[in-house]
C-alpha cells in the first residue's frame, strides 16, 4: 500500500467539483483508463491473436508429424510382419508341391525338410503331416505328437475347409505359445487329402517388434480380431490377455487414431490389419511423451509473449499516467489562474461598490449630523430651547451613531482605496489594525481576544497594500473559522533580517494535521469541502504573498493552534506583470 | 469673520452655515463652482470650506482660481474619501491648509478655522 501510495499518480484521488456538460473532461481517473485500456486493446489484441495462431499452427504441425511417424511406423512394421508370415506360408505351399515329397512314408525326410526349414528361414518348432481322419500320422519335433487326434480343433477344420490357415497364438497340447500354418494338399501317389501343419515360435515375432525403436514410451505389439494379445506389451497386459484398448474398426490400409484411457492418459494409436491372417498390428504412443519436444518451443513463445505484454503495458502505463498528470497539472494550472483572475475581479468589485456605497451614504450621513448638529446648537443657544433633558440626550444620540456610520463608511473607503492603487507605502501595524476593523464585532460576539504586539522599529512597507490586505484578511478568516468561542488570536510584527519584516498571526484553534499541513497551499485542497470551502483560499493567498516578493510559512498542532508567518520585504519585488 | 462654504448639497452647506451663524461666524453658501465665484467677487471673505467634488468643477481647480484672484483667501477642504493620513499628506501638494472628513464635527471644524486665522 505504501509502494502504491508512492507511485499513485497527482490526478488519482482529484475530486470533481464542475458538474455540467463538460465536467467529465475533468474526470481523469476516466481519461487514463480509457487511455490505458484503448491503447492496450489496440496494441495488445493483435499480438496475442499473432501468438495465439502461431501456437496453433505449430502444435498441429507437431500433432501432425506425431500422427505421420506412428503411420510409417504401422505400416512398416505390418508390412514386415505379413511378409514374415507369407514367406513361411510358401515355403510350406512349396514342400507340398515337390513331387519328390512324401512325407507320409518317411519320418527321417520329415525331420529333414524342418532341419532345413529351421536353417533357411527360422522360427519354425515342428512340422507334422495330419491325414483326412485329423489323425497325425507323421511327426518331426520337440514334443512327442505322433498319433495325435487334430479333428475336433478349429484350425484343423479350417485348413480343410480353405485350403490353408494361420492360427492365433494359443497354448494347445504343449502349453507354450505358438501359431500354427496349415496347409491342405492332394498326395502325388494318389488317396485323400492331408495337411501339412508347421508351428511357428512366437519369439520371432516378439523379437520383431521389440526391436523398433518407438518414441513416447511406445509399445507395439499384436491382438488378434478379438483382441486377445498375441505378443508381450510392456504396457498394456500380458500375452494371451484381452487389451484394455478398443479394438480398433478393420481398415485395408494404416489408420491413427487418438484414444484417452480411463487414467486420463492421451495416447496415439497406429493399426493395420494384417492380410489372411487373424493379426492387427498395435503401436501405441503416449501423446504427452511425443509432444515434449513442442514444450520448449511452447516455453519460447509464450515467454515471449508475456514478456512483451508486460513491456508493452509497462510503457502504456507509464504513457497514460505521464501524459494524464501533464493535462492535469496544466488543467490546475489554469484553473487556480482563472480562480485568482475571478478573485481578484470579485475582490475589485466589492471594493468598488463598497467605495460606492459608503461615498453615497457619507453625503445624506453628513446632512443628518448638520441636522442634528443644528438642533442641538438651538438647544443650546435659543433659551427656549434649553433645559429638555430627554431630547438632548436623544441628540446626543443621533449624533454618536452618525459618528460610528462615519467610521465604518472611513474603513470601507480605506479598504477600497488600496485595491486602486498598486505600489504605497503603508503602516503594517495599520493595515492589519484595518482589516480586524472589519472582523471586531465577530470578534466581540464570540469572545475571541485579540492582542497585536508590534516592534517600535517598524519601517514603513512599500507594497501592494490591496494584495496585502487580502493576505492578512484571508489569514484572519481560517484563523477564526479554526477557532472556538473565546479562542485567542495573536498578531506580532518584528523585524526580520536587515530588509524584511515578519508578520505573525497565531491562533489557538483547532490546528492542521501533520500530513496535511504539506498541501494546504495546494489549489482545491480542503477539509471545508461541502461545507462552503472551495480549497483555494489558501492557495490564493499563497500566490498573493509571491506575487508581492513574500513568503509565506505554516507551523501547527494539532488541538494546540496554527501560526502563519508572512514575511514582506520593505520594497516590494512586483512579480506580476501588469 | 467671513466664510464661504461650498458643496453641492444644498441641505448640508445650509444647515452648517446656520450652525456657524449661531455661534457668531458670518457663514454664506454656494451649491456649484461658479456660484462660489460669483459669491467670492460680491462679498469679502476670510475663508473657504470646499468639497473636493463639486459638479462642474473639482475643489482643487476651484481652489486655484480663487486663490489667484484672492491670494489672502484661506481654504478648508472637506471630502467624503479616504483616511486621514492621505490628506494632511497631500494638503502639502495642493496648498490647501486644512482637511476634514466628512461628516464634519463642528468642533473640530471651528477650531482649525480658528487656528488657521490666527496663523
Not at chain 1, 481517473?29 to 490505458?36: E, P
Not at chain 1, 495465439?52 to 506425431?66: G, L, P
Amino acid at each position: 500500500m505504501k509502494f502504491l501510495n508512492r507511485i499513485k499518480p497527482e490526478f488519482w484521488d482529484h475530486r470533481i467539483f464542475s458538474e455540467g456538460p463538460y465536467s467529465s473532461h475533468f474526470n481523469f481517473r476516466r481519461t487514463w483508463y480509457a487511455a490505458v485500456c484503448l491503447t492496450s486493446a489496440v496494441v495488445l489484441a493483435p499480438l496475442i491473436f499473432m501468438a495465439v495462431m502461431d501456437y496453433r499452427a505449430t502444435r498441429h504441425d507437431v500433432e501432425s508429424e506425431i500422427l505421420f511417424t506412428t503411420s510409417r511406423l504401422v505400416s512398416n512394421t505390418g508390412r514386415t510382419l505379413s511378409y514374415f508370415l507369407d514367406e513361411r506360408k510358401s515355403a510350406l505351399d512349396f514342400i507340398v508341391h515337390d513331387n519328390n515329397f512324401k512325407l507320409n512314408v518317411n519320418p527321417k525326410r520329415m525331420e529333414q525338410v524342418l532341419e532345413n526349414l529351421k536353417k533357411s528361414f527360422g522360427g519354425f518348432t515342428d512340422l507334422g503331416c495330419i491325414d483326412h481322419s485329423g489323425i497325425q500320422c507323421v511327426y518331426a519335433g520337440p514334443y512327442n505328437l505322433a498319433g495325435k487326434d487334430y479333428s475336433d480343433q478349429e484350425w484343423y477344420q479350417q485348413a480343410v475347409k480353405r485350403g490353408e490357415f494361420i492360427s492365433d497364438v494359443f497354448r494347445g497340447f504343449r502349453h507354450v505359445p505358438h501359431i500354427v500354418i496349415a496347409v491342405k494338399y492332394y498326395p502325388s501317389e494318389g488317396g485323400p487329402f492331408r495337411v501339412l501343419r508347421a508351428t511357428l515360435d512366437t519369439a520371432k515375432f516378439t523379437d520383431l517388434l521389440s526391436h523398433l525403436e518407438i518414441a513416447g514410451h511406445g509399445d507395439a505389439f499384436i491382438i488378434n480380431h478379438e483382441g486377445v494379445l498375441q505378443t508381450p506389451t510392456l504396457f498394456h497386459g500380458e500375452i494371451l490377455e484381452k487389451i484394455s484398448l478398443p479394438i480398433p474398426d478393420f481398415a485395408p490400409e494404416t489408420r491413427v487414431f487418438e484414444w484417452v484411457t480411463e487414467k486420463g492418459t492421451p495416447l496415439v494409436i497406429g493399426y493395420r490389419y494384417i492380410t489372411n491372417t487373424p493379426f492387427i498390428l498395435m503401436v501405441v504412443k503416449q501423446k504427452e511423451e511425443l509432444l515434449k519436444s513442442w514444450e520448449s518451443s511452447r516455453r519460447e513463445l509464450i515467454g515471449f509473449l508475456l514478456i512483451s505484454v508486460a513491456f508493452i503495458l509497462f510503457v502504456i502505463l507509464w504513457g497514460a499516467t505521464y501524459l494524464v498528470n501533464r493535462i492535469f497539472r496544466s488543467d490546475q494550472k489554469l484553473i487556480v489562474s482563472l480562480h485568482q483572475v475571478e478573485y481578484a475581479n470579485k475582490m475589485a468589485s466589492i471594493g468598488r461598490l463598497a467605495a460606492g456605497v459608503a461615498h453615497e451614504i457619507n453625503n445624506p450621513l453628513a446632512i443628518i449630523n448638520e441636522k442634528a448638529g443644528l438642533m442641538k446648537d438651538l438647544f443650546l443657544f435659543k433659551k427656549e430651547y434649553t433645559g429638555n433633558e430627554m431630547l438632548m440626550g436623544l441628540l446626543d444620540s443621533i449624533i454618536t451613531s452618525v459618528a460610528r456610520c462615519g467610521r465604518i463608511t472611513k474603513r470601507l473607503l480605506g479598504f477600497a482605496r488600496h485595491m486602486d492603487v498598486s505600489i504605497q507605502s503603508v503602516h503594517l501595524g495599520e493595515v492589519v489594525r484595518e482589516v480586524l476593523g472589519f472582523l471586531n464585532k465577530e470578534a466581540e460576539y464570540r469572545s475571541i481576544a485579540i492582542s497585536i504586539e508590534e516592534a517600535d522599529d517598524i519601517p514603513l512597507v512599500a507594497t501592494d497594500a490591496g494584495k496585502l490586505q487580502q493576505i492578512i484578511l484571508n489569514i484572519l478568516n481560517n484563523a477564526f473559522a479554526a477557532m472556538e468561542d473565546n479562542g485567542q488570536l495573536r498578531i506580532s510584527i518584528r523585524m526580520a533580517g536587515e530588509d524584511r519584516v515578519a508578520l505573525t498571526i497565531s491562533d489557538d484553534g483547532c490546528g492542521i494535521p501533520e500530513t496535511d499541513l504539506k498541501r494546504v497551499f495546494e489549489p482545491f485542497f480542503s477539509t471545508k469541502t461541502g461545507k462552503g470551502g472551495t480549497g483555494l483560499g489558501l492557495s490564493i493567498t499563497y500566490g498573493l504573498s509571491e506575487q508581492i516578493g513574500g513568503t509565506i510559512e505554516v507551523n501547527s498542532e494539532v488541538n494546540k493552534g496554527t501560526t502563519f508567518t508572512v514575511t514582506l520585504p520593505f520594497v516590494a519585488e512586483e512579480k506580476e506583470n501588469k | 469673520m467671513r466664510v464661504l462654504l461650498v458643496d453641492d448639497e444644498q441641505e448640508l452647506v445650509e444647515t452648517l452655515a446656520e450652525r456657524l451663524n449661531i455661534r457668531g461666524i458670518e457663514a454664506r453658501w454656494a451649491t456649484t463652482g461658479d456660484a462660489a465665484l460669483e459669491r467670492v467677487d460680491q462679498e469679502n471673505f476670510d475663508l473657504a470650506i470646499l468639497d473636493v467634488k463639486i459638479p462642474g468643477i473639482s475643489g482643487i481647480d476651484l481652489h486655484k482660481k480663487m486663490k489667484a484672484k484672492y491670494p489672502g483667501l484661506k481654504f478648508i477642504f472637506m471630502t467624503g474619501h479616504g483616511s486621514h493620513d492621505d490628506f494632511t499628506a497631500g494638503s502639502a501638494e495642493t496648498g490647501a491648509d486644512y482637511y476634514l472628513l466628512k461628516p464634519v464635527n463642528i468642533e473640530e471644524l471651528i477650531d482649525k478655522m480658528t487656528k488657521l486665522m490666527t496663523k
